[in-house]
Structures are given as C-alpha cells and as structure tokens.
C-alpha cells in the first residue's frame, strides 16, 4: 500500500502534476506489482524560501514512498532507477536532482480496512519481491 508524497517548489499545471503521480504510480505497478486500489499520493507546492534543497538547486524533487517493509535491495534500486530516468525525462530535469525516499513499515504498524492490522490481510501482490 505505497503512500506517495511528492514535494518541491517550481510551479507545474494541474496536467503536469497529474503526470508526474501517473508517472510514479506506473513504477510502483511494474517494479512494485502493487495494484492500483492500493495506491494514494499527496502532492505539496512550497513557495521557494520554504523549501531549503540540497545545494540549492531549483528544480529539486522530492519523492517519499511509505510501504510495508520487506522489499529486496535489488528491487528497490530498480525502481530508483526507473524513477529518476521517468521522472527526469517527463520534468526536463536532470536526475541527480530528484530524490527518493522509501520509508519502510512492518505491516503491524498499519491499521486500515476497519481496524485490520495489515499483516493479516492479504493485498494480492508479493512484498518480498
């Protein structure tokens, strides 16, 4: 269940910010498999003194994925990959300036689907992939 948050400052259309999840959602199918009922994503703008980037670079990104631990390192650079070469490509910026988190949650730490612990439900797609 990847919760998506994306942050920066530059100023996109609502389409292009529509994209850039699109684009995201479609790395975490293919390399993640997770369905699409699963996935959520925040979108945050920040006015540029509010968002302090790394070296100061104008058209930083920031991406943040929170999901149930137990991917493989392999997988995860995968999709590290994917991500900067798509995103890159769809934003006309380099990849050096985007950045992806994963933050990694046991499921007994998600309470969801009425209260369910989220190790006991079966969500159709593998984790330790």
């Not at 999901?67 to 390192?73: Q, V, Y």
């Not at 650079?77 to 050096?96: C, E, I, Q, T």
């Amino acid at each position: 269940m990847p919760i998506v948050r994306i942050e920066e400052s530059a100023a996109r259309a609502p389409a292009e910010r529509q994209a850039l999840i699109e684009c995201v959602y479609a790395a975490l199918r293919e390399v993640f498999g997770v369905s699409d009922e699963e996935l959520q994503a925040r979108y945050a703008r920040y006015a540029p003194g509010d968002l302090l980037p790394p070296g100061g670079k104008p058209d930083y990104l920031h991406i943040e994925i929170t999901i149930f631990a137990g991917r493989k390192t392999d997988t995860k650079k995968k999709l590290y990959a994917r991500l900067a070469a798509d995103v890159s490509a769809l934003l006309g910026m380099a990849p050096a300036d985007i950045v992806i988190l994963l933050n990694e949650q046991p499921g007994e730490n998600w309470g969801m689907r009425g209260g369910l612990c989220a190790s006991e439900i079966d969500f159709g797609y593998a984790i330790e992939v």
